[in-house]
C-alpha cells in the first residue's frame, strides 16, 4: 500500500515538473518575443483593470498569449510565433475600465468596439505587422463581422473565448496569482 502511494506521488510529481517546465518555456517565449510590450508602461496600467470575472485585463492577455502557444503547439500549428505573442498581448489593449461607463466609451457595446480602440492604442506605441493588427482587430469574431485572415488570429481568437470563459466561470485562476505564490514561496 504504501508502495504504491510511493509510486502514485512520484508520478503526480514528474506530471507537475513537466507542467512546470512547459509553462517556464512558454513564459521565456512571451519574453523573448515581446520585452518591449512586457516592459511599457502602458501595458503595465492593464493590471489596474478588472476583464473577465476577477481577472484583471493584464492577466488576460497574459493568458490569451500562453495558451495560443500552447494551442499551436498541440495542434502542430506552423505559424509566426513573435507575431502570434505580440498580437495577443494587444489585443485587449483598450486602457479603460469596461464596466465603468463614461461619455467617451461606450462600454454597452464594448464587445463590438473594443478592437478598434486597442489597435488604436498599440498603433500609437509599436510598429505592427499585418498578422498583428488582423489579431487585435478581429479576435471578438464574429462580433466582429469581418473573420481573421491569419491563422495567428485564429489561434489567438480561439485562446480568448477559452480564457474568457474559464475567467468569467471563475474557473481559472490565472496564472499571475500561481506565479505570485511561486515568487513568494
Same mark, same amino acid.
Given at each position: ?65 500562453? !495558451? ?57 506605441? !509599436? ?59
Amino acid at each position: 500500500m504504501a508502495t504504491r502511494c510511493r509510486r502514485r506521488s512520484g508520478k503526480q510529481a514528474k506530471r507537475w515538473q513537466r507542467k512546470l517546465e512547459r509553462y517556464r518555456a512558454i513564459q521565456r517565449q512571451i519574453e523573448e518575443n515581446a520585452p518591449d510590450i512586457l516592459k511599457s508602461a502602458n501595458f503595465h496600467k492593464t493590471r489596474e483593470h478588472i476583464q473577465h470575472g476577477n481577472m484583471t485585463v493584464n492577466g488576460h492577455v497574459m493568458n490569451v498569449a500562453r !495558451y495560443s502557444l500552447a494551442l499551436s503547439d498541440r495542434l502542430h500549428i506552423r505559424c509566426n510565433r513573435r507575431e502570434l505573442v505580440r498580437g495577443a498581448l494587444l489585443h485587449d489593449y483598450f486602457l479603460y475600465d469596461w464596466h465603468k461607463p463614461d461619455m467617451q466609451n461606450p462600454h454597452r457595446l464594448h464587445g463590438f468596439y473594443h478592437p478598434g480602440r486597442a489597435l488604436r492604442n498599440a498603433l500609437r506605441e !509599436y510598429r505592427l505587422t499585418d498578422r498583428e493588427k488582423d489579431i487585435i482587430s478581429k479576435h471578438m469574431w464574429p462580433l466582429t463581422v469581418v473573420p481573421p485572415i491569419y491563422r495567428e488570429a485564429w489561434i489567438v481568437t480561439a485562446a480568448d473565448k477559452w480564457c474568457s470563459l474559464m475567467e468569467t466561470l471563475h474557473m481559472h485562476r490565472g496564472h499571475g496569482v500561481i506565479l505570485n505564490k511561486l515568487r513568494n514561496d
